[in-house]
């Protein structure tokens, strides 16, 4: 259960049947959604209303939530791993008083930058809309006068019973008090809405998916019960790596395909290669064939972990002419034509075995 039935109907655990019915009707009457049109409270409340008196309206299902409590299933089943999970790091949360609620919301954000800050590092700014404590009632949403302690929860701002399992009181949602006169300056939210420019430290070799964290630079919290607000949450940026027009990252690698004139890949040429921090020179030997790569050491991206920069890895392909007149297309074929046949000692095998195979088995 999300909530404390008994909380919600605002009866103590020993209750009878009949204060729990008369507790439910007057609240179900309440927060009817055809007595508040239009309230997304309303319909809230009404249907934590309607929960809770089905668990408490029925004797064996009562029962069955004073033994369980936050295991407790409508449906009987049994509870999972992960909710027992959770109910322990609550229990403790509880046991140290450092409740989940008490901490302000993080706010997520994605930045994208390229594979060059990728190589260097960057500081990109991002605007960011916060929440922070209005001052003029110190985040309560009411002043002093305005406030009156919560009968449900005697001010104290979590649901009853025992310690380890108490949850945030439904009655005032965990403020401990409900709202007489609302303050003037946030209007009884208790927080403000501020834009804010953040600079983000994006280390070299980060990765997308990567997400760094800019503590205290979320949604600052409000109070809770009596005590003091909790802390702040936090900036979590994930981030994007942009694609490059030419480079692909392979892990901590760069890889480039290099188109080259055929001409250049038979008789050999001095070729210049973009890189992030520059130009590499290779050397293209004569009769290099398509596919074929090099590798230059530490030309690549620095690793997240230690710095230390993979390679740039090119590979040759190979581009033929287009839009050959056919005088043009005439004068490179009959060149090559001429050409002895074992220059093109793979193809030249190809055939030989082809011509050498029974047509049968072909």
């Not at 407790?72 to 046991?95: A, C, I, Q, S, T």
């Not at 690793?303 to 090119?314: H, I, P, T």
Request: hydrophobic letters at 35%; one cysteine or more; aromatic letters at 4%.
């Amino acid at each position: 259960m999300e909530r404390d039935p008994y909380n919600v109907l605002g009866v103590t655990r020993d209750a009878d049947a009949d204060a729990i019915k008369r507790a439910y009707r007057a609240l179900a009457l309440r927060w009817h959604p055809d007595r508040n049109p239009g309230s997304a409270e309303a319909e809230e409340r009404f249907k934590a209303v309607t929960e809770a008196w089905r668990v408490l309206g029925d004797p064996e299902s009562r029962a069955r939530y004073d033994r369980l409590g936050p295991l407790y299933h409508e449906d009987g089943r049994p509870p999972r791993p992960d909710e027992v999970g959770d109910l322990l790091g609550r229990m403790w949360r509880n046991f140290t008083g450092k409740g989940p609620s008490e901490a302000g919301e993080s706010i997520e954000r994605t930045v994208e930058i390229t594979l060059a800050d990728v190589l260097a590092g960057c500081r990109p700014t991002v605007d960011v809309q916060r929440h922070v404590r209005c001052a003029a009632c110190e985040g309560h949403g009411a002043p002093a006068r305005g406030r009156e302690p919560c009968k449900h929860c005697e001010g104290s701002g979590r649901s009853s019973g025992p310690r380890l399992f108490r949850a945030t009181c439904h009655g005032c949602d965990g403020r401990g008090f409900t709202v007489r006169e609302p303050c003037a300056a946030c209007r009884g939210d208790g927080r403000l809405l501020r834009r804010e420019p953040l600079r983000v430290v994006v280390p070299p070799g980060v990765a997308t998916g990567h997400v760094l964290k800019v503590a205290g630079k979320g949604h600052e919290a409000r109070p809770i019960g009596r005590g003091a607000p909790g802390p702040t949450g936090d900036l979590l940026c994930a981030i994007h790596v942009a694609p490059h027009p030419w480079l692909v990252r392979r892990g901590d690698d760069l890889h480039a395909k290099v188109p080259v004139p055929v001409h250049e890949a038979i008789f050999g040429a001095e070729l210049s290669i973009a890189s992030l921090d520059g130009s590499v020179g290779w050397t293209l030997a004569p009769g290099t064939a398509p596919g074929r790569t090099t590798r230059f050491a530490g030309r690549g991206l620095p690793s997240a972990r230690n710095g230390v920069r993979g390679d740039l890895v090119v590979e040759l392909d190979v581009e033929l002419p287009t839009g050959m007149t056919a005088a043009e297309a005439e004068r490179v074929a009959a060149g090559f034509r001429t050409l002895d046949p074992a220059r093109y000692p793979r193809a030249t095998a190809h055939r030989a075995a082809r011509s050498s195979t029974p047509s049968g088995s072909r």
